[in-house]
């Protein structure tokens, strides 16, 4: 198989980043930007969703400290959930 070269210019930081997390990954920056081009190509566009989040997304974060949101009591190393909560189906 025959190979071509290409060239691209990056800002010397962000170059830099690059290639410390390519190395702790494991792998070379020239490894990681083929994986990136084959997923490219195998995914016929970009390998993740590139986007803003819509207005919907935004609001369905969920915050673990909201009121109804409830720490059930452990038990014997069990959490006691409410009774309410009981699927009728089980026997």
Do not use: Y
Request: hydrophobic letters at 40%; aromatic letters at 8%.
């Amino acid at each position: 198989m025959s190979t071509v070269q290409r060239a691209f210019l990056l800002e010397e930081a962000l170059n830099h980043q690059f290639c410390i997390i390519a190395e702790r990954l494991g792998s070379s920056p020239s490894d990681v930007l083929r994986m990136f081009v084959t997923s490219f190509v195998a995914n016929k566009g970009l390998p993740f969703t590139f986007r803003l989040p819509d207005d919907k997304a935004a609001k369905r974060v969920f915050n673990s400290k909201h009121p109804n949101i409830i720490t059930p009591p452990i038990r014997n190393g069990h959490a006691v959930l409410p009774a309410s909560w009981r699927d009728d189906d089980e026997e």
